[in-house]
């Protein structure tokens, strides 16, 4: 119950702090493209409509889930508000938690509104839309659990880091997931013993966010096998529990005096 | 807070730890399944997504150096994962190095293991030698002073195209160049006078060999010299074998007649231990199908 508080205030905080305006700036950026996307490309239109709507959706997402995200925790700290807050019987976790869930329904919202406008404009370009489109919501719902993973890496460096070295660190490790699976080839076309189990460590430890990548799959009207998608799915939520587990108890043990 | 084995913080942290093992090996099991079902669902990408050096070099926003690094590292990559997996096309190969070779015009080493890579032949290289050829100049074009591209150039034309007049024309220019070994100059010579001999060849790998500062090229080097070794052998067998027919009036069966009736003290092995044998048929010495020589055109 204190969690889901915690979570609403987060939610109406970001609301307050102008976050979702992004939409604003979709919204213009999708009504131009279907526009003018017909007169400037040959082939499908709504193939080019999906790639780019999926992908601002995940590049806005994921800077709101950064620079959010960095702030959730030390904001609370920086204006003091956090010591009435655990004067009071919320445990460090509740809070934390709270968090956590707060910028996700912010981004869950976000997304919504996204992949709605993505709809809104294909059926203005195919007055029609086909049951093959629900890949559309799908894609949206595995780029909501990979940006959970992302608020959740966020979280846990600002629960010992200052907001700009957590930004940089966020967004190394949100790079580096992208070419996990290179570091994979690379071990596996090594001789040496250390390179290889070296490269097999770093390949399950680091997240991997080529399991979230399946944007242009979703634009060409295919997608990944239902089984590979849902592995994909409970991947991010059980890494990002992980790392939010991780995250209370580095916050558990630090000392705010 | 005190934190007792007993304490109730105590146990909310042991929790949360045992939570993260748990969670932790439920990801590792995921990654394996995805991995799994991703290679039963997914055919083998071979992609290059940027495929213009000179766009790269824009993008690059003046850290090309290291792009080129990157790229080179990813041909070396490719061209070893390939190997590994038994593939016999590189299709990749040349638009990486070139795009590594655009990004830094000076990366020596680009152009001089790119043209190793690209000319070897089949299944230890791409066997494209023309394209090792145009890669190589446009290294000289960038960098005229470098005699080591030279003699690369050289050595592509001479052991890969057999191209005697301009593998000697090349060795030759290149000999003019600052640094450039005295013999370079001894060696085109020695081309134009007696074209492809298998002499020259190995006075060319000797020198690759013992110049060779990276353990793959030592390698490749000593494999094309075992290779010319057998050669040697295998005239060396042929001529005896034709003498004693003739001694003998009559055709050989096999190797082993040599050594019974004491030409031979024992059974001739080429350079890797394998037995060479004689085609009863052809009347011709060969390597052993089993032999890891290399073989020689």
């Known amino acids: 119950m204190k969690i889901l508080l915690i979570a609403h205030n987060t939610f109406r905080e970001c609301v307050r702090d102008k976050i979702l305006y992004n939409l604003v700036l979709f919204g213009v950026l999708i009504i131009v493209s279907s526009l003018i996307l017909g007169s400037i490309t040959i082939g499908d239109v709504t193939q080019v409509i999906i790639n780019l709507g999926l992908s601002t959706l995940t590049v806005f997402g994921t800077l709101i889930a950064i620079f959010i995200g960095i702030q959730l925790v030390y904001k609370e700290i920086d204006k003091k508000t956090l010591y009435s807050l655990l004067a009071k019987p919320v445990h460090r976790y509740e809070f934390l938690l709270g968090k956590f869930l707060g910028l996700i329904l912010t981004l869950a919202v976000n997304i919504a509104v996204m992949v709605l406008g993505i709809f809104a404009s294909i059926f203005y370009l195919r007055h029609s839309i086909h049951s093959s489109d629900i890949h559309i919501l799908l894609a949206g719902i595995l780029i909501l659990d990979e940006l959970m993973l992302v608020v959740a890496i966020a979280i846990l460096f600002s629960s010992f880091s200052t907001p700009a070295l957590s930004a940089l660190f966020t967004f190394a490790l949100y790079a580096i997931g992208h070419f996990n699976t290179d570091i994979r080839v690379y071990g596996s076309t090594s001789m040496s013993f250390l390179t290889k189990a070296l490269s097999q460590f770093l390949y399950y430890l680091l997240p991997n966010f080529g399991n979230f990548d399946i944007i242009s799959q979703t634009a060409h009207g295919g997608f990944i096998a239902s089984e590979v998608y849902l592995y994909s799915l409970l991947y991010g939520l059980v890494y990002s529990a992980c790392i939010l587990l991780f995250s209370i108890l580095v916050f558990q043990r630090k000392n705010f005096k | ?297």
Not at chain 2, 35 to 61: F, N, W
Not at chain 2, 176 to 194: D, G, H, I, Q, S
């Open chain 2, 1 to 297: 807070m005190n934190k007792t084995a007993a304490s109730p913080a105590f146990r909310v942290e042991w929790m949360i730890f045992l939570g993260l093992v748990f969670s932790s090996l439920v990801v590792v099991h995921l990654q394996r399944m995805i991995d799994r079902r991703m290679r039963e669902h997914m055919s083998k990408e071979e992609a290059l997504y940027v495929t213009s050096g000179k766009v790269l070099k824009k993008l690059s926003l003046g850290n090309n150096g290291l792009l080129a690094d990157i790229y080179w590292m990813r041909a070396v990559q490719y061209y070893g994962g390939q190997r590994l997996q038994g593939e016999k096309r590189f299709d990749l190969l040349e638009p990486l190095i070139n795009i590594a070779t655009t990004l830094d015009p000076n990366l020596l080493h680009a152009y001089r293991f790119g043209a190793i890579f690209l000319s070897e032949r089949e299944p230890i290289g791409a066997n494209q030698p023309q394209k090792a050829t145009d890669l190589l100049k446009n290294g000289i074009d960038h960098n005229p002073q470098e005699w080591l591209l030279y003699k690369d150039l050289g050595f592509v034309y001479y052991w890969y195209l057999h191209d005697y007049t301009k593998a000697a024309e090349t060795f030759l220019e290149g000999s003019k160049k600052p640094n450039a070994r005295p013999w370079m100059r001894t060696f085109a010579a020695e081309l134009l006078a007696r074209g492809g001999s298998r002499k020259a060849a190995e006075l060319l790998w000797k020198e690759a060999y013992e110049t060779a500062t990276i353990s793959q090229v030592k390698e490749n080097a000593r494999e094309n010299l075992l290779a010319l070794a057998a050669q040697d052998d295998i005239d060396l067998l042929q001529n005896l074998i034709m003498k004693v027919q003739r001694q003998m009036g009559k055709p050989l069966s096999s190797l082993q007649e040599l050594v019974q009736i004491g030409v031979l003290n024992r059974y001739p092995l080429d350079p890797k231990g394998y037995r060479y044998l004689l085609n009863p048929s052809t009347g011709m010495v060969e390597l052993s199908p089993e032999s890891a020589i290399r073989r020689v055109d």
